[in-house]
């Protein structure tokens, strides 16, 4: 993955039925700026899918301004009754071309 790229779909393997969700989303984790922490952002609106034990999240712009490792997570919601998590997964952003 590129610096600033979108549009990419990003597909998480969600271990259960996901019969039911009512919601998803997808947590990103930027990479440390030095010795500061940066915070995770969950966003929603991109989702494009929830089926068959998998999330699609599909990229937005400013997803991934920064270089370094990223973490991401996919969250399917089902009511406040229930809430299931895929893996952590790792992504590498290299800086773009210019």
Do not use: C, W
Not at 48 to 77: C, M, P, W
Request: aromatic content about 8%; hydrophobic content about 40%.
């Amino acid at each position: 993955m590129f610096t600033d790229s979108y549009g990419v779909d990003l597909v998480f393997k969600v271990n259960g039925d996901l019969t039911g969700a009512t919601s998803a989303s997808v947590v990103i984790k930027p990479p440390n700026n030095g010795s500061r922490e940066r915070d995770a952002v969950e966003k929603t609106g991109a989702v494009v899918s929830v089926a068959e034990g998998t999330v699609t999240y599909r990229t937005a712009v400013g997803d991934f301004t920064n270089t370094g490792t990223y973490k991401l997570q996919a969250i399917v919601h089902f009511g406040a009754m229930r809430k299931l998590r895929s893996d952590v997964v790792e992504l590498e952003v290299e800086e773009a071309l210019k």
